[in-house]
Nanobody, 114 residues
Framework: QVQLVESGGGLVQPGGSLRLSCAAS????????MGWYRQAPGKQREFVAV???????TYADSAKGRFTISRDNAKNTVYLQMNNLKPEDTAVYYC????????WGQGTQVTVSS
């Protein structure tokens, strides 16, 4: 089993930056891919970014050029650096990890508002 502990959400002004963290524990050796998803009020959960064990990254069009996903193997942690944030980025952000199962973090609220 994999446990995901998220942190870093909060309130930020438009144009600001925020860094989300997701620490994995448990059967971390079995994780193939980790990623970030988000869900705004009244909307479906949507893909933001993923990173493989080899370091290959993929981004949603809405995230390209502004968000960066990265990982620290020593800390078993994946990050999402979010720059130039916009009000439309407001959502609950969820950490995701794929092994033989799909695991989700508890979600962390990101609010972009002036």
């Amino acid at each position: 089993q994999v446990q995901l502990v998220e942190s870093g959400g909060g309130l930020v002004q438009p144009g600001g930056s925020l860094r989300l963290s997701c620490a994995a524990s448990g059967s971390i050796f079995s994780i193939n891919v980790m990623g970030w998803y988000r869900q705004a009020p009244g909307k479906q959960r949507e893909f933001v970014a993923v990173i493989t064990t080899g370091g290959t990254t993929t981004y949603a069009d809405s995230a390209k050029g502004r968000f960066t996903i990265s990982r620290d193997n020593a800390k078993n942690t994946v990050y999402l650096q979010m720059n130039n944030l916009k009000p439309e980025d407001t959502a609950v952000y969820y950490c995701n990890a794929v092994s033989r199962y799909v695991h989700w973090g508890q979600g962390t609220q990101v609010t972009v508002s002036s």
